[in-house]
């Protein structure tokens, strides 16, 4: 494990396990904390340091997990906790920690806290839990305000009260079965103590924190359209144009609320009572980056993603701009940069990274979508670009089958998919189940080799066959082999908390830097260009000579 000693989720790399899609002990088609706990060993050899896991509560799944009916169990989908406490020890065997996915803003409307809310009258100390108001107009049949939910359609549901009126209506800034907590509640700041308290004391090592910029909203529940442009998390854009300047745009008054870091403060405390430099994570859709350091600050959370670094585009200018405002702002607060480029929410970077902007990558791509990504160019500059983010200061994440240059599954048939932003948009949205297809391990095994049978929860393309895990272990020039090899470079030059000097003498399309005893140099281009002096430690592309072609990033041993 990196950093063993103090502070190691400083310079870790952290590989997000989607529990549904990694490995499926039993064979049912779902992924399960067994699976998981078979297929350690395959993390340790690529060399990362930490497993952060989505979520794998009780819940009814009406979105894979995000909607918890029970904070402190296991799906029976996933096994149960021994079957927890079993995996973690064996990660921890391995030298790898373990961190989980906390969902804080909503609850399932199964779980009981909102299910006495639904029982109790207006003004009940159960309704209090949740963000519960009348409504507007003559009978209250309107909503309390024009809020949208992320999903699509509006963020408020009437309730019919127990003597059969229409009553009271509730907030979902996500799904209908997804009420709003309310966090102004004491008793809802409690209970969330000893939900962290129950996991810590099951040994996990920290939090990866669902929606860490929503659960206060503005007094008054004002009236927001956000802009067409904005990105429906609060952060980022629709055009793959992140916002990276220095003058925050305007707050929405459900997301980024100076009140949630109140609430962090206190949970930075409970993790304190716990030895082993416990995390805090935050998903914060906020720009820019310097709202975003905010969450990170010394009293608060440990780490925030950098999702302004995850939407720019692969363009030299930008990435040279983004690196620079991410090391500038979070070292302003003591903090580690982050650097993502894949996750569960989000087009692949393999095909992302060959979309046009008219693709808006919140939407999910399909076959009807058009200017789909051209699938060897998205490859080649997904290598080069986590070669890229792999030679940076900080931390970093990877999602789970990025390591085999997995695209987006686009021809996902509509009949299998699951996403809610799919329903809720009539099929306007393709949604995210393009990136969470259960990935491969074994060319000739059945589901390749996800589990035992044929059977996974969504469909998987037949090309999966030749990316499978056993067709690139030990080929050089693969995927596999390409991070396994950074990953060790990564360590070995303690690039983790190097630094960027930047060098010049380089094209535009060029970003070139040098970091400790290596340079690394990443060609956003199409010309090809000159290489200096130095031995080459590690290439996204093979090279002849010594110039270095498009799309592609050189490590040289400076």
Partial sequence: MT?????????AVIYQIYPRSFADANGDGMGDLAGIQSRLPQLRDLGVDAVWLSPFYTSPQRDAGYDVADYCDVDPLFGDLDDFDAMQQAAHDLGIRVIIDIVPNHSSSDHVWFQEALRAAPGSDARARYMFRDGLGATGELPPNNW???????AWTRITEADGTPGQWYLHLFDSTQPDLDW????V???FRSVLRFWLDRGVDGFRVDVAHGMIKAAGL????PPAEGGSMGGGSATLEPNISAEPPVTPPYWAQDGVHEIYRDWHAVLAEYPGDRVLAAEAWVDPLTEVAKWVRPDEMHQAFNFAYLET???????????DDSLAAFSGVGAPSTWVLSNHDVVRHASRLALGAENLQGHGIGPNTPGLPDTVVGLRRARAASSLMLSLPGSSYLYQGEELGLPEVIDLPDSAREDPTWFRTKGERYGRDGCRVPIPWEAAAPSYGFGTSSKSWLPQPAEWAGLARDQQAGVEGSTLELYTLALRLRREFALGVGSVDWLPGFPPEVVAFRSGGVTVIANTGDASVTLPVGDVLLSSETLTGRTLPGDTTVWLRS
């Fill in 3 to 11: 950093g063993t000693g103090t502070e190691w989720w400083r310079t």
């Fill in 148 to 154: 949208e939910s992320v999903f699509g359609g509006r």
């Fill in 184 to 187: 102004e509640n004491p008793w």
């Fill in 189 to 191: 700041r409690e209970q």
């Fill in 222 to 225: 004002p009236d927001y359209t």
């Fill in 313 to 323: 585009p692969w363009n030299a200018p930008m990435l040279r701009r983004v690196i």
